[in-house]
T-cell receptor, first 116, second 112 residues
């Protein structure tokens, strides 16, 4: 079956522009995560959804970052008034929610955002 | 706060060499521990995991043992192959939380 997909794969924005990054999780996966990966660094958590509910947004770096998952499937990460420090790869991951046990997160290929 | 520290790279080895990539962690709760791998041009994939102290995770010839006394989860492989060239990430997840906390990654290159 299909894995997690993300679009676009590459995005170049001028400073000050708004961008929207899309994530299509694995069908049936309840949980969805966004991570930010700066060059040469490990991914850092941004936010987490269970179905359409955003249960944790503690990692969002500023109020310019906004994420939504209105129907509990596809999610969009929006960055307003982009700054150069927003340049990074944005990773989406999804997982099942099982009673107890470990829920593996499956990662998409990422969207590489470059802000000029 | 919770954090993961990995051995700095890049690491370059010859084929069939023994591999160790060190990983230590700091956690406020009782974590599960993971190694993820990112092959060139591909997304992050789970390599192995351990959910409690003294557990050994293993996959594709790689192993790591959860050592609570040293707060470590070092990755080892007895004989590496060129196809093991990738970036390796150590990560933790605190019990009751959902997010993963990653180390900075270690780039491994295996020469034939």
């Amino acid at each position: 079956g299909a894995g997690v997909s993300q679009s676009p794969r590459y995005k170049v924005a001028k400073r000050g522009q708004d961008v929207a990054l899309r994530c299509d999780p694995i069908s049936g996966h309840v949980s969805l995560f966004w991570y930010q990966q700066a060059l040469g660094q490990g991914p850092e958590f941004l936010t987490y959804f269970q179905n359409e509910a955003q249960l944790d947004k503690s990692g969002l770096p500023s109020d310019r970052f906004f994420a939504e998952r209105p129907e509990g499937s596809v999610s969009t990460l929006k960055i307003q008034r982009t700054q150069q420090e927003d340049s990074a790869v944005y990773l989406c991951a999804s997982s099942l929610v099982l009673a107890g046990g470990y829920n593996e997160q499956f990662f998409g290929p990422g969207t590489r955002l470059t802000v000029l | 706060g919770d954090s993961v520290t990995q051995m700095e790279g890049p690491v370059t080895l010859s084929e069939e060499a023994f591999l160790t990539i060190n990983c230590t962690y700091t956690a406020t709760g009782y974590p599960s521990l993971f190694w993820y791998v990112q092959y060139p041009g591909e997304g992050l994939q789970l390599l192995l995991k351990a959910t409690k102290a003294d557990d050994k995770g293993s996959n594709k010839g790689f192993e790591a043992t959860y050592r609570k006394e040293t707060t470590s989860f070092h990755l080892e492989k007895g004989s590496v192959q060129v196809s093991d060239s990738a970036v390796y990430f150590c990560a933790l997840k605190i019990q009751g939380a959902q997010k993963l906390v990653f180390g900075q990654g270690t780039r491994l290159t295996i020469n034939p």
